[in-house]
């Protein structure tokens, strides 16, 4: 696993209050991992702080699992 | 009760007539203020005026738009990180019956009383998400319920601010951010001062109270809004108007 992956689920764990093992890269943030859209707006400021990207609206909106997440991210960090 | 101790907060219109009540009955409960206005001199003499420690000035041209969206990321850095509180009070009026407002009287009008607020609140949401905790609070107006002949443009950006504010309300009630609105009455100012004496007549028998409010009035239900103690509150308007409409 590579360490973008880590550090987003360690958000993800932490932001939604689910189990560890629950957060597969499959998972959906809404569909598998209980977020609502205001679950999702927070996550997505977290990453940006985390990692130092700017996410913008567009791309945030097609961020539905924590693959999407992990793979945006990969490809826009410095 | 209502200590605002520890607390910082942008209050815009600040160095008007409500807005520096609203300012300095903050401060009193020990809030530290970013309090903001257009005209620079006037907030800083507003800003001497106040006194103690750890407030500072922002001015800003609330019809400009990227000013707006400029001020609470500013106000976050000189209150040093934090925006417990926002205060929506400055307002604009550009009165003339319907028949005869021009496209800039009502532009102006619904951009700097309902516009600048919405784009306050949005950056405004994202520190306060993050603090799980937020304060908003809206100065409206009487006639924004009830309306008034002149006002098509005012009253609209009143009652606007109204519903803006339930829906936020809604959205953020999770993170424990509230939001709601104060609406004034007919309240004592320079500009109620200077009416001649038989129109204040006429006003005041309008007002089961018998009197105009003053600024304090107003400034004693925004300190209970943006206490900790109002947390349960949320999608509100408290009016203050000494019973002149009662809704």
Known sequence: MSETADRVKKIVVEHLGVEADKVTEDASFIDDLGAD?????????AFEEEFGVEIPDDAAEKISTVKDAITYIDEHKG | MFDLTGMTALVTGASGGIGSAIAKGLAAQGARLAVSGSNVAKLEAFLTELGGEGHVAVPCDLSDAAAVDALVPQAVAALGGRIDVLVNNAGVTRDNLAMRMKDDEWDQVIRVNLEAAFRLIRAAAKPMMKQ???????????????????????????????????ALAQELASRNITVNCVAPGFIRSAMTDGLPEAQKTQLTARIPAGDLGTGEDIAAAVVYLASKEAGYVTGQ????????AMV
């Open chain 1, 37 to 45: 859209s205001l679950d999702i707006v927070e996550l997505v400021m």
């Open chain 2, 237 to 244: 308007t408290i009016h203050v108007n000494g019973g002149m």
């Open chain 2, 132 to 166: 799980r905790f937020g304060r908003v609070i809206s100065i409206t107006s009487v006639v924004g319920q009830t309306g008034n002949p002149g006002q098509a443009n005012y009253a609209a950006s009143k009652a606007g601010l109204v519903g803006m504010s339930k």
